[in-house]
């Protein structure tokens, strides 16, 4: 039974914002947390003690420590020129640390100062129904991080501790770099992900008034899986949210990963079994472009069979889109072996060839979406996929 995003989100909100705090993700003890704190492990809430901080080492190859874990050839910034550095970050599988290319302090030799971003995640996913297997199938956060629901493995974290930590945490990493590979770092980014992050943005621009209030140098990442707009309407409208909220947003130095869930509508619902639509999708993105926000759209698992149609009607309405989509390749790391696992005890077939085979559907969905984009933009641009920095790339609604 595929959930009802809308009704979902409404659900959620009333346990994941609670007075001045939202519910987000304690990683002691989940699959997420041990999949991910192999360079730099989980950091706390340092007035609670509660692990809610994680850390994700976008491009491995540029840092000293995460590259040594993942046995990857080093690529040492320090010894290269800006057009070399940009030029291998932009064909990397995460170009994240790119995006903050034009704002204030963003210095091509300080590339890693970006590359690690301090992520929490706000404790509640709308295409979750709150069962076993629910959300998208290929979701990397464990089942129970992401139905809401107040109880051990979640904490609620105040912006006073969110600001305190982050501030904290980003000295114990500086110590960590100097001791361990003699390397200077600041880290930057402040990625709030989820679950959906938009059913908190109240949350997320009180935090980013006091950030600014404090004159830190953070900058921001936001994510959203694209299904919230209206959402977001609605909650302007019943005064949950300030009005224009997301223009509000726009004003900071945030970046937005916007998940693209699918190219047609049967691939999108397939992929998040939740009852969200093409239309949802791009109400949604255009809802935030319009805010005048900076956005990064990630497609996971498009059908490659009807993908060029998708970018040749996308970029009809809005002007360069298909340059600045990234294709995100899928791996199934725990919780997503877990869920799966499930699935195939639910469907009495044997869970590891049931694993390997959708990981097999992802691989050739990914290859094959890989060269429909680049013969696309070959063809209609002149430039091949990856070979455009996205941060240069303006977007422009034409209808
Ligand atoms: S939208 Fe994101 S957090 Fe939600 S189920 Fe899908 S992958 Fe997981």
Redesign the pocket.
């Known amino acids: 039974m595929k959930v009802d995003p809308i009704k979902r989100a409404l659900e959620l909100r009333k346990t994941v914002v609670k007075n001045d705090k939202i519910l987000v993700v304690d990683y002691s003890g989940t699959l997420q947390g041990k999949d991910t704190s192999k360079v730099i492990d989980v950091m706390p809430n340092i007035n609670t003690g509660e692990h809610v901080f994680r850390f994700k080492f976008n491009v491995k190859e540029a840092d000293p420590l995460a590259r040594k874990k993942y046995k990857r050839d080093f690529f040492d910034v320090s010894e290269k020129t800006d057009k070399e550095i940009e030029d291998f970050v932009k064909k990397h599988e995460f170009d994240f640390p790119l995006w903050y290319k034009h704002t204030k302090r963003f210095k091509m030799k300080n590339i890693l100062d970006y590359n690690p971003p301090q992520i929490i995640q706000v404790a509640g ?1 709308n ?2 129904d709150g069962n076993a297997t629910g ?2 199938w ?4 464990d089942n129970k991080s ?1 139905d809401g629901k107040p109880c051990t493995g979640k904490a609620y974290l105040s912006i006073g501790d969110y600001i305190e930590s982050a501030i904290a945490n980003r000295e114990r990493v500086k110590e960590i770099y100097k001791e361990q590979a003699d390397t200077d770092m600041d880290i930057r980014v402040l990625r709030f992900s ?3 992050p938009m059913i908190a943005l109240d949350y997320l621009l009180e935090l980013w008034r006091k950030i600014d209030k404090k004159g830190l140098d953070f900058v921001g990442q936001l994510d959203t ?1 694209l299904s919230t707009g209206i959402v977001v309407d609605k909650f302007e409208k019943e005064g949950i949210y300030e009005k224009n909220i997301l223009e509000k947003l726009s004003r900071f130095e945030i970046k937005v990963l916007t ?1 693209l869930k699918g190219c047609d509508e049967q691939n999108v619902q397939d992929n ?1 079994q939740a009852l969200t639509t093409l239309e949802d999708q791009e109400y949604s993105l255009r809802k935030i472009l319009n805010a005048g926000l900076d956005i990064y759209p990630q497609a996971y698992n498009p059908n490659p069979e009807t993908l060029k149609k998708y970018l040749t009607d996308m970029d009809k309405k809005i002007k360069n889109f298909s340059l600045k989509i990234h294709i995100g390749p899928l791996k199934a790391y725990g919780p997503t072996k877990q869920r799966l696992t499930l699935e195939a005890e639910r469907l009495g077939i044997n869970p590891d060839k049931f694993i390997k085979k959708t990981q097999e559907k992802w691989d050739s969905n990914y290859k094959n979406s890989c060269e429909v984009i680049n013969d696309y933009l070959m063809k209609a641009c002149g430039v091949g996929y990856k070979e455009t920095v996205r941060p240069d790339v303006e977007l422009k609604v034409i209808k």
């Open positions: 996913c295409f979750h959300g998208c290929y979701c990397y956060v992401n989820g679950g959906e899986n998940a998040v």
